[in-house]
Nanobody, 126 residues
Framework: QVQLVESGGGLVQAGGSLRLSCAAS????????MTWFRQGPGQEREFVAG????????PYVDSVKGRFSISRDNAKDEVYLQMNSLEPEDTAVYYC???????????????????WGQGAQITVSS
């Protein structure tokens, strides 16, 4: 079955950097889009970034543009989220999700995704 496993979460001071990884198995990784969502305390799950099959299209939520970068390695079946200039408002549990081609047209919608990772906690202290 499809499994997604995130790693790389942790505690960092404001202005610092972290890199999340998501390892996928049980699917033909290169055939799917990949996304990162996050969910802060008491908040709804929010789209953060997405990447298409080849990696040449990478939409982001406005609040992370210029600070976060999503990438993928289809040879390793992994997707990454490089997070720079972190802010306390970035504190959340971060999830990777795998989507089909049709998901691209509503990429921000959590209901588009069937398979999710277990989540990685990111805490940014001020």
């Amino acid at each position: 079955q499809v499994q997604l496993v995130e790693s790389g979460g942790g505690l960092v001071q404001a202005g610092g950097s972290l890199r999340l990884s998501c390892a996928a198995s049980g699917l033909t990784f290169s055939a799917y889009i990949m996304t990162w969502f996050r969910q802060g305390p008491g908040q709804e799950r929010e789209f953060v970034a997405g990447i298409n099959w080849t990696g040449n299209e990478t939409p982001y939520v406005d609040s992370v543009k210029g600070r976060f970068s999503i990438s993928r390695d289809n040879a390793k079946d992994e997707v990454y989220l490089q997070m720079n200039s972190l802010e306390p408002e970035d504190t959340a549990v971060y999830y990777c999700a795998v989507g089909t081609g049709s998901s691209w047209f509503q990429i921000w919608e959590p209901n588009e995704y069937t398979y999710w990772g277990q989540g990685a906690q990111i805490t940014v202290s001020s």
